[in-house]
Nanobody
């Protein structure tokens, strides 16, 4: 499974970007997908996740500003990022769950990096002040 992330770039504080994560896998709709991010010198952290049933989970730091969505017909997951701040600067990675149609509603499952075993190459987001 190959995941291709795109849409990153340089934006001023308060601006918006939309990241996309595409895959050739036709059964993407059966899996949870997530975006993680890693700032320079810091550990990778969870940003947002979406389940096969389109339930969503967000890190507190992005809640109300970021929106994750999926277009199953296009095998694509999006991350709409609004009101961007310099602290959002990071490499953003999309990822796919290892489990077919997960049924748990436990948020900890979807927010943990260990849940995901396929990762895209990352796309750089830089927010200037």
């Amino acid at each position: 499974v190959q995941l291709q992330a795109s849409g990153g770039g340089l934006v001023q504080a308060g601006g918006s970007l939309r990241l996309s994560c595409t895959t050739s896998e036709p059964t993407l709709f059966n899996y949870a997908m997530a975006w993680f991010r890693q700032a320079s010198g810091k550990e990778r952290e969870f940003a947002a996740a979406i389940t096969p049933s389109r339930s969503t989970y967000y890190a507190d730091s992005v809640k109300g500003r970021f929106t994750i969505s999926r277009d199953n017909a296009k095998n694509t997951v999006y991350l709409q990022m609004n009101s961007l701040q310099p602290e959002d600067t990071a490499v953003y990675y999309c990822s796919r769950d290892a489990t077919f149609r997960p049924t748990t509603k436990w948020a900890g499952y979807y927010t943990s990096s260990t849940t995901y075993n396929y990762w895209g190459q990352g796309t750089q987001v830089t927010v200037s002040s």
